[in-house]
């Protein structure tokens, strides 16, 4: 047989070596053991494996053949593993990024206490906290109307999505039919999220989408922002004009708050095309504070109350609230709207008082209804059937006052729909344990400010446009007048 020149030889084994297939067996005299020794035995004039000989041409040239074989690595499920040669390097954005998110979950792992020695709060309560104080980082100093800056948006994004990625490990079973592949059908179940996650957690994300696209298309506007320290003689003749805004929420200038930019317009205001843009822009943005203010309110009204805040009431409902509100409660005829007339409700910590005076003797009378009817059910019929006969009067008084206190309640909250949280709600987030309930309640709790903001900053840009046009039309009645 001729001999075959060294190169001719390796082709042919390359050849062979290149038809291996990825979902061939691989036997015995080609097992791992083989595949990882490989050499080219030149005194013997053929190539090898360690347990087995190839069948090929043999290498009769004085040439030294010194080139290795590719190393064939073993098949592990049909694929071949695969050992990079270098720990591929992450750009240096992309390593800071990774820092800040370890950094992030470790915080929420060890309870916001980095020392850890143990004193962190629960996950719940850290998961809220990170939100809110996201939620402060990015939008506690939106005094503009105008687009956020790019960091603060990516910023927004990224650390939502850190935070927003622990809800989908909070599933439940759900019952569903799969069909077999020859027909017929059986029952498995899947795992789904949480129906409240499941319903909610979609929606707070696209209000969160709609509002930061309501920002970005403040671009290029007619209006623009100073400081309170250089317009105070101009604003002198706004001050006394009345404010046009629809929620009957006061003007920035009648507020007095001095941190806030002072915004300016033409001479002769907006536009009608950019007034009518913002009042659409107004109405959407109020739409999406509804919501977000009907998905918190639902949340908390889910949250269990805590054994620390029923344990701080008071024995007697009468002592909560006072001898005026609960005269007015007992009396024959109750009227909660004349009730809420007669209260001071001038400002927003007095307001917020009296709702949570209300708020606390309807849980107080809840709960002796509820401790009363158990002790009436163990009771049962008896011969001292006179003791019983109060004892029953008692029970039902206290659910007709609880259900008076609430009715009260909820008139408060409807003249007031932006009063802040209660003493019950802040007691329901500090003990909450519900890690789903908490990323619901925080989420929908920063779009409602968020929101709320955008609305307020509206209003204060439309009743500056409202005086400035009145100024100006009096402006040009009096001049009409001298000529």
Excluded at 211 to 219: E, N, R, V
Excluded at 263 to 273: A, C, M, Q
Excluded at 429 to 447: P, T
Aim: one cysteine or more.
């Amino acid at each position: 047989m001729g001999s075959v020149s060294s190169e001719e030889g390796f082709d042919q084994i390359s050849e062979r070596f290149e038809s291996y297939s990825l979902s061939a067996d691989v036997s015995e005299s080609e097992s791992s053991s083989g595949f990882c020794c490989r050499r080219f035995d030149q005194e013997s004039g053929s190539s090898s494996l360690t347990s087995s000989r190839l069948v090929g041409p043999e290498f009769v040239d004085g040439s030294s053949f010194t080139a290795r074989v590719p190393v064939m690595l073993p098949v592990v499920g049909g694929r071949h593993v695969v050992i990079p040669s270098k720990k591929a390097k992450l750009p240096e954005a992309d390593m800071s990024e990774v820092e800040m998110m370890k950094e992030r979950f470790a915080k929420l792992l060890l309870g916001e206490d980095m020392s850890g020695g143990g004193k962190g709060v629960c996950t719940a309560l850290a998961i809220s906290n990170a939100i809110t104080n996201l939620s402060a980082s990015v939008f506690g100093k939106l005094w503009k109307l105008e687009p956020l800056s790019q960091q603060r948006k990516l910023m927004w994004r990224r650390e939502m999505d850190w935070l927003l990625c622990v809800s989908d490990s909070i599933v439940e079973l759900k019952p569903s039919l799969q069909e077999f592949p020859g027909g017929g059908t059986f029952e498995v179940m899947v795992a789904r999220p949480r129906s409240d996650l499941y319903v909610n957690l979609p929606a707070l994300k696209k209000l969160d989408a709609m509002l930061l696209s309501i920002l970005d298309g403040f671009h290029d506007s007619e209006f623009y922002y100073t400081d309170r320290g250089v317009v105070i003689a101009d604003t002198d003749a706004i001050g006394t004009f009345p404010s046009s805004s629809s929620s009957g929420r006061p003007s920035v200038r009648q507020e007095e708050k001095w941190w806030l930019p002072f915004p300016k317009v033409p001479p002769t205001g907006l536009s009608e095309d950019t007034r009518k843009r913002l009042q659409q822009c107004k109405e959407c943005t109020h739409q999406i504070l509804k919501a977000a203010t009907a998905i918190n309110s639902n949340v908390l009204a889910e949250m269990e109350i805590p054994n620390a805040y029923l344990n701080s009431l008071p024995k007697c409902g009468k002592d909560c609230l006072g001898e005026v509100m609960y005269r007015y409660l007992t009396a024959d005829q109750f009227s909660p709207e004349c009730l809420l007339d007669y209260l001071d409700l001038s400002s927003e910590y007095t307001t917020l008082e009296i709702a949570n005076r209300i708020e606390a003797s309807v849980h107080i009378w809840k709960q002796k209804y509820l401790k009363r009817h158990s002790v009436r059910a163990k009771v049962g019929k008896s011969s001292w059937s006179g003791k019983v006969k109060g004892f029953v009067g008692d029970i039902e008084k206290s659910k007709f006052l609880a259900q008076r206190a609430e009715t009260l309640l909820q008139n408060l909250r409807l003249r007031f729909p932006g009063l802040s949280q209660t003493s019950l709600d802040m007691s329901k987030i500090q003990y909450n344990k519900d890690v789903g309930q908490s990323i619901l309640e925080s989420y929908s709790r920063v779009m409602e400010s968020l929101a709320f903001n955008i609305t307020a900053r509206i209003d204060d840009l439309l009743y500056v446009d409202n005086a400035t046009k009145q100024r100006a039309a009096a402006e040009s009645i009096s001049l009409y007048d001298q000529g």
